[in-house]
């Protein structure tokens, strides 16, 4: 039977995982139509966007605060389509600033809603497990030690596994990779990811450029992730400004620069779990608009950001925060890991029982049949 799912996704990262289920839906269900907020991933397996990506895909408080217009606006059109066209069910994931609104909206419509990659409310507001329950008539966790906080609170939530066991694929050697792009297999390559938002290019790109000027006398080789969602004139600014020789900048191979790699050194998000997942040693940085870490600081109540360092509730990848993320220490940190073989093949021992932790279960399926349950 045909059946119409509203979905919500607002990051390039959900774009991803969407994406993968909306794959195996098109299989079990091709009858079903999907549509709402996605990005082009997501489009590209039929997905119907009524909304422009690119405006969703902003972080921190006041960054949000700035875009509050555009996002009220997208509340009240959602509540209409929600009204008019009455979806069988609502699927949102992660994203929960506007997310939790719309669940709370379709329940109060009677629309059935599936949260996937539930907010991470252990790490603040930890009433708000409360509200998913309220607000969600099925639950998909993605991090192992999530289900201890849904059992203490008798919340029944499914673990669906983490999507990068099905959405991470290597297809070439690191030979191939290499030869592709002209790379020195004699040196040690350093790549750098500066993120897929604007906001994140302007705060880590001129330190990463940096950071690779201090280190070209090395004789390291150096790659840099271009995102497709940034404003190109934006990232080549940067770039000529540094006029840096021999860097390669690369676009839509993040997982096997993230596994080809020495070393890697990546902005906080999911692509640190990524990069934790393929194995290669890595530090974090994180730069942000200072009102809005100020904001952070006192809500968030852990002591890492890193997921790595989250699930193993240890400090396994250095963190380099606000004015801590500048090109002397991050400099410093890449010379020690990769003049320090010890130190570097204890990180990589501790990622493989990372990923070995994340198990193998397929996201996919799993929140297929979360969505199944609620409409069939």
């Given at each position: 039977?045909?059946?119409?799912?509203?979905?919500?996704?607002?990051?390039?990262?959900?774009?991803?995982?969407?994406?993968?289920?909306?794959?195996?839906?098109?299989?079990?269900?091709?009858?079903?139509?999907?549509?709402?907020?996605?990005?082009?991933?997501?489009?590209?397996?039929?997905?119907?966007?009524?909304?422009?990506?690119?405006?969703?895909?902003?972080?921190?408080?006041?960054?949000?605060?700035?875009?509050?217009?555009?996002?009220?606006?997208?509340?009240?059109?959602?509540?209409?389509?929600?009204?008019?066209?009455?979806?069988?069910?609502?699927?949102?994931?992660?994203?929960?600033?506007?997310?939790?609104?719309?669940?709370?909206?379709?329940?109060?419509?009677?629309?059935?809603?599936?949260?996937y990659i539930c907010p991470q409310f252990w790490a603040w507001k930890k009433h708000r497990i409360f509200q998913l329950r309220d607000y969600s008539d099925a639950i998909g966790y993605i991090l192992p030690f999530e289900g201890d906080y849904f059992a203490d609170s008798q919340i029944k939530a499914t673990y669906t596994g983490h999507p990068i066991s099905e959405e991470i694929s290597?297809?070439?050697?690191?030979?191939?990779?290499?030869?592709?792009?002209?790379?020195?297999?004699?040196?040690?390559?350093?790549?750098?990811?500066?993120?897929?938002?604007?906001?994140?290019?302007?705060?880590?790109?001129?330190?990463?450029?940096?950071?690779?000027?201090?280190?070209?006398?090395?004789?390291?080789?150096?790659?840099?992730?271009?995102?497709?969602?940034?404003?190109?004139?934006?990232?080549?600014?940067?770039?000529?400004?540094?006029?840096?020789?021999?860097?390669?900048?690369?676009?839509?191979?993040?997982?096997?620069?993230?596994?080809?790699?020495?070393?890697?050194?990546?902005?906080?998000?999911?692509?640190?779990?990524?990069?934790?997942?393929?194995?290669?040693?890595?530090?974090?940085?994180?730069?942000?608009?200072?009102?809005?870490?100020?904001?952070?600081?006192?809500?968030?109540?852990?002591?890492?950001?890193?997921?790595?360092?989250?699930?193993?509730?240890?400090?396994?990848?250095?963190?380099?925060?606000?004015?801590?993320?500048?090109?002397?220490?991050?400099?410093?940190?890449?010379?020690?890991?990769?003049?320090?073989?010890?130190?570097?093949?204890?990180?990589?021992?501790?990622?493989?029982?990372?990923?070995?932790?994340?198990?193998?279960?397929?996201?996919?399926?799993?929140?297929?049949?979360?969505?199944?349950?609620?409409?069939?």
């Amino acid at each position: 039977m045909k059946k119409n799912i509203f979905w919500l996704v607002g990051e390039k990262s959900g774009d991803i995982h969407a994406s993968c289920v909306l794959e195996y839906c098109n299989v079990t269900h091709p009858d079903w139509y999907h549509f709402g907020v996605g990005g082009r991933l997501m489009e590209q397996q039929g997905f119907h966007s009524q909304f422009p990506f690119s405006r969703f895909n902003i972080m921190g408080f006041v960054e949000v605060i700035k875009h509050l217009r555009f996002f009220v606006g997208v509340e009240k059109k959602i509540e209409m389509i929600l009204l008019k066209q009455k979806p069988d069910a609502v699927v949102l994931v992660d994203y929960p600033g506007l997310n939790m609104r719309i669940a709370k909206m379709a329940k109060s419509f009677k629309i059935p809603v599936i949260y996937y990659i539930c907010p991470q409310f252990w790490a603040w507001k930890k009433h708000r497990i409360f509200q998913l329950r309220d607000y969600s008539d099925a639950i998909g966790y993605i991090l192992p030690f999530e289900g201890d906080y849904f059992a203490d609170s008798q919340i029944k939530a499914t673990y669906t596994g983490h999507p990068i066991s099905e959405e991470i694929s290597i297809t070439s050697t690191r030979e191939d990779f290499g030869k592709k792009y002209d790379l020195d297999p004699e040196c040690k390559w350093i790549a750098f990811f500066p993120g897929s938002r604007d906001n994140e290019i302007k705060k880590l790109l001129p330190v990463y450029l940096k950071t690779i000027k201090m280190l070209q006398p090395h004789g390291y080789q150096f790659l840099l992730s271009k995102a497709d969602t940034i404003t190109e004139s934006l990232f080549n600014k940067y770039l000529n400004s540094f006029n840096i020789s021999k860097l390669k900048v690369i676009e839509g191979r993040n997982y096997e620069m993230m596994k080809h790699a020495d070393f890697v050194c990546v902005k906080s998000g999911t692509t640190t779990l990524e990069t934790a997942w393929l194995g290669t040693p890595f530090i974090l940085c994180y730069k942000t608009n200072w009102l809005s870490f100020l904001i952070g600081r006192f809500f968030v109540k852990i002591k890492w950001i890193g997921l790595p360092n989250i699930i193993l509730n240890k400090s396994v990848i250095p963190e380099l925060i606000q004015q801590e993320a500048n090109a002397g220490n991050i400099s410093t940190k890449i010379n020690y890991y990769l003049n320090d073989k010890s130190s570097y093949d204890h990180m990589k021992k501790e990622l493989h029982y990372l990923h070995e932790l994340l198990g193998k279960k397929s996201a996919s399926r799993e929140v297929t049949k979360l969505i199944e349950q609620q409409v069939i």
